[in-house]
């Protein structure tokens, strides 16, 4: 080519050895920076290979929790209290929102849910991946789901997510039996120490869901996913374990004795419990105010939550178990036994009833005061009357000791152990109860024996122990432990009969006492006592009337009249019928008044659907004897 | 001398090495992107590289005599190029260097860097020096400036970058004395952290994160992170063909242009770098050794400017890759996703192969 003259070939030998020397250098230099590379890459990939294959897992794999559904709660005849059931949530995809603020208003309009809110809930997520979707409206209505699945297309950053949500079919019905579920809390999360509790997992938080919890929650499962860097799943990996649904669970509730006891309870505050007194399974338990369960699955649940919480009377709190008060009347029943068992008298004691005794500087009074008093009473006539007098003389001839020591023998002053999770114990006064009380005042003085001779003063008692009771007398001494549970699954579809002994402790009562007792409390219902309004033909209820004073109204004022949370709470406690006893219970209205007016017939309603039940069922068994022979 | 007879000194063991690079590219480039966003990255490298190696063969069969007489042809018409890339480009990630004719988008800034390299050689194989005169030096530093320049004010600082090694290399081969080298480097070590205080925010960002790669997890120092984690999870024998997580879950971003080393790594593990990394150091020798086997300086000028280039990115590319570099943007020549860089990168190589195969004086 003709250009190649225009270029210099190297001057000498001596240059172009300079060249060769620098091009060595280059040479080197990136032969050394290779090297270099090198042992960079064998640091990384041998060196540090664990760690950062951990790392890379970190990135691509994510455990995915699988919640198991928890376990169905049925009454005694299977009939289902609480199931879980299919919910849909709204959710957003915020990735897919390039300007929020503008979006929000168009998104309130399609919700139907205030802007304010919308903001709310999502500040919820703040700080939280951005590949999270975010919740903005649970639980809506098949339509609204599928308004919104079908319009994919225009509204790409809206999805639906299906959930199972824990429902108690009849809201509100036996809701402090059956407790409620909910997101566990920080708190439970860190104390559990399984540390299996993750956040946002559905626990429960009071009644045998909580108490049940364990068996009812079943077995988390996981699968392994392997996501993008968006966070997104591509594919699933083999690895990974199956939920295990919860246990199903029989309660010894039955559905029909429970509606019973809620329709004739109508709008009262307080409390009732029915036992089986053969076997203490609760048949039946209400507790008002009650609150709806269903309101605590949902997540935007904080105004009702706080709204049940901050309700002066209490809606949470579960009056069969966590209210004490004084058992009032209901006590004379214990005094007798007391009295009897400790030969301080026999049922044949006599006594005179002038309606006022002057004790020490005190005038105590019986509540039949103003008609001049009950006249000669024996124990008998003393139980059904409710005569204060007969016995401020026999709790003043047996003294607090004794006294004490049948109240405490009988349940109370002592926890049931009722499968529920909080539980009062209630108190029995004596002296060394006082010491220990009241440091302020710590000596004993006789007229509190007094006024413990008729339930009043420091004692309390909560309904459970006064069913309990009532049950005790009933099977002639046996007090059983409450109990809710009657049988649970333990396979799928195999169910298991709880097969506990329940027996706390048999009571040593004499036949007679007991004979006494019976007859005296069935005298109150069918002999034109107290409790006359519980009475039904043909099913001799025992039972015993009672009264817990709220405000110690002098002679002169009516007790009807009084303003109604000034009235005394009223018991009903007993049981039915009086030979083979099937049935014991404990109603208690708050402020009620007197026990024989408004909590007897609440009692009586129960009752008559109970027997209604029995008659049907052992008639058919009786029919079925008959129909054998052929 | 006949081309045919030339073609019996031709270097095949550089031209192997480049086609074994280019082809392990675009494998890597097909399992970084398949089931990405970037998936058609494959077939588009794939015409990128038919094109480049002809452009490469051209650039073989014309004496590099004949192509250094119209370097000035060439040199202008870049620098035009690049004026219009100013005026008419498109803006890519804020810097405007794409030029774009029909359907094809180009880089004019990699067509610069092969016509700067015969427009060096051009000028430096014309004088004989002994020592580097201060004209010389003036004007190796407006030969290579004019573009530089014009790149910055893209701003495309990565491109621009590139340029260093091969005014580096120049002036050094060029004759530059010891003692002045000496001086220069004192003055630039001096001159370093003025020159900071002229980088832009997200440039000192790069640096600091490079520095402190855990100090933004999320923004800066995210690319170093996932980087460091794609080439170290791949162990010793890589995680197989298609099976790298990082890349092709998208963890690692740029996965197949500015870190398909990274991919690589972990795809195929440390025997597998290993093995790239021999590719890279067979091609910069067989370049060095063209340098050292040139019959003339333009030859010399011309091998070393391509080798200095091609070095300069890939070793500057790797290290951002195994975290010894603060990230730069530079792509890896011949493996790297992008059609200009490849095409000029064999443009710059049938350089190489045309000073090696006419090495001989008849």
């Known amino acids: 080519m003709a250009f190649e003259q225009d270029y210099k070939g190297f001057q000498d030998y001596y240059e172009a050895r300079r060249l060769n020397t620098r091009i060595q250098v280059i040479q080197v230099l990136f032969a050394a920076v290779l090297v270099l590379y090198l042992f960079a890459f064998w640091y990384l990939q041998v060196v540090k290979v664990d760690y950062y294959k951990r790392l890379s897992d970190n990135n691509r794999l994510r455990r995915v929790t699988l919640m198991p559904l928890r376990g169905v709660i049925a009454d005694d005849e299977h009939r289902v209290l609480a199931n879980n059931r299919i919910a849909f949530n709204i959710r957003l995809d915020r990735e897919k929102v390039a300007d929020m603020k503008a979006f929000f208003p168009r998104l309130a309009g399609i919700l139907g849910v205030p802007e304010k809110t919308l903001n709310e809930r999502l500040a919820r997520y703040r700080g939280r991946p951005a590949f999270e979707p975010v919740i903005l409206k649970e639980d809506v209505d098949l339509a609204e789901a599928a308004y919104i699945e079908s319009r994919r297309l225009e509204l790409p950053m809206l999805s639906v997510e299906v959930e199972s949500r824990r429902n108690y079919l009849y809201g509100a019905l036996a809701a402090h039996a059956l407790g409620y579920v909910g997101e566990a809390s920080e708190d439970q999360i860190k104390s559990d120490p399984s540390g299996e509790f993750e956040l946002g997992e559905i626990v429960g938080k009071a009644g045998v869901e909580k108490q049940y919890d364990a068996d009812l929650k079943g077995v988390k499962g996981w699968k392994q996913v392997v996501v993008n860097s968006l966070g997104r799943e591509i594919q699933e990996i083999e690895e990974g374990r199956k939920p295990n649904p919860g246990r199903a669970m029989r309660l010894s509730i039955d559905l029909d004795l429970q509606r019973a006891l809620e329709e004739a309870y109508g709008d009262e505050a307080g409390s009732a419990v029915f036992l089986d007194p053969n076997s203490g399974a609760v048949l039946a338990m209400i507790s008002r105010p009650a609150y709806d369960p269903n309101v605590f699955a949902h997540r935007f649940s904080q105004d009702t939550w706080e709204g049940l919480v901050s309700d002066p009377r209490h809606p949470l709190q579960d009056r069969v178990s966590l209210s004490k008060f004084a058992p009032g009347s209901v006590f004379k029943v214990v005094m007798s036994i007391a009295a009897l068992e400790e030969n301080v008298a026999t049922p044949a004691r006599g006594d005179h009833c002038t309606g006022l005794w002057r004790f020490g500087d005190k005038v105590f009074q019986c509540w039949a005061v103003r008609k001049g008093g009950h006249g000669y009473l024996t124990m008998r006539e003393a139980i059904i009357q409710s005569c204060n007098i007969y016995f401020y003389h026999l709790g003043n001839d047996m003294g607090i000791d004794r006294i004490s020591k049948w109240a405490k023998l009988l349940g109370f002053g002592e926890q049931t152990k009722l499968d529920l999770p909080y539980e009062e114990a209630g108190t029995v006064p004596d002296p060394e109860w006082k010491r220990r009380a009241v440091p302020r005042d710590p000596f004993w003085h006789p007229g509190e024996t007094i006024s413990v001779s008729i339930g009043q003063g420091a004692l309390e008692v909560t309904p459970i122990q006064m069913a309990r009771f009532a049950a005790a007398i009933g099977n002639g001494g046996t007090l059983y432990r409450p109990h809710l549970l009657l049988s649970h699954e333990v396979r799928e579809g195999v169910e298991e009969e709880e097969r506990q002994d329940y027996v706390e402790r048999r009571v040593p009562l004499s036949p007679r006492t007991i004979e006494v007792i019976k007859d005296a409390m069935w005298g109150v219902v069918n002999e034109d006592g107290t409790g006359g309004r519980a009475k039904i033909a043909g099913r001799d209820i025992c039972a015993k009337t009672g009264t817990a004073q709220v405000f110690r109204a002098s002679r002169d004022i009516d007790a009807d009249k009084l303003p109604k949370d000034k009235r005394d709470h009223a018991w009903f406690v007993g049981f039915a019928p009086k030979d083979d006893p099937r049935i014991a219970w404990a109603v208690f209205v708050q402020n009620g008044g007197h026990g024989g007016t408004t909590a007897a017939p609440i009692a009586r309603a129960v009752l008559e659907r109970f027997f209604q039940k029995l008659d049907v069922r052992e008639g058919g068994q009786q029919l079925a004897s008959v129909a054998v022979p052929q | ?362």
């Open chain 2, 1 to 362: 001398m006949p081309a045919w007879r030339s073609l019996n000194n031709f270097d095949w063991i550089l031209f192997l090495a480049i086609l074994a690079a280019c082809s392990v590219g675009l494998v890597v480039i097909y399992s970084a992107t398949t089931g990405t966003p970037s998936a058609g990255a494959f077939h588009r490298q794939m015409i990128w590289l038919l094109l480049g190696i002809v452009l490469m063969l051209l650039a073989v069969l014309i004496d590099y005599h004949t192509l250094a007489e119209f370097s000035p042809v060439f040199y202008g018409l870049s620098l035009l190029l690049l004026l219009l890339t100013l005026v008419y480009g498109h803006v890519v990630n804020a810097s405007k260097s794409w030029l774009g004719i029909g359907h094809v988008q180009f880089q004019p800034s990699e067509i610069a860097k092969v016509s700067t390299i015969l427009m060096l050689a051009a000028y430096l194989g014309r004088e004989r020096v002994r020592g580097l005169g201060a004209v010389h030096f003036a004007a190796i530093c407006a030969i290579i400036g004019l573009p530089v320049l014009l790149i910055m004010r893209q701003p495309d600082l990565g491109t621009a970058v590139t340029f260093a090694p091969l005014y580096a290399g120049a002036v050094f081969i060029g004759g530059i004395r010891v003692r002045t080298l000496v001086i220069l480097a004192l003055i630039a070590t001096l001159a370093l952290p003025m020159a900071w205080g002229h980088l832009k925010p997200y440039q000192k960002e790069r640096v600091k994160t490079f520095l402190e790669p855990t100090r933004d997890p999320k923004g800066s120092g995210y690319q170093l992170i996932q980087s460091l984690i794609a080439v170290g999870s791949g162990g010793l024998f890589g995680k197989g063909f298609l099976s790298g997580t990082q890349g092709q879950l998208q963890f690692l971003p740029e996965q197949h242009t500015d870190f398909v080393f990274a991919v690589l790594a972990e795809e195929r593990g440390f025997i597998g770098a290993m093995l790239a990394l021999g590719l890279y150091f067979v091609i910069i020798y067989r370049c060095l050794a063209t340098a050292r086997a040139a019959r003339d300086r333009l030859g010399v000028f011309l091998a070393i400017g391509v080798v200095c280039t091609f070095a300069g990115q890939a070793l500057l590319n790797i290290g951002v890759v195994v975290g010894m570099l603060p990230t730069t943007g530079v792509p890896l020549p011949l493996m790297s996703y992008g059609g200009s860089s490849l095409a000029s990168t064999l443009l710059g190589m049938g350089l190489v192969l045309n000073v090696w195969m006419r090495r001989l004086v008849n």
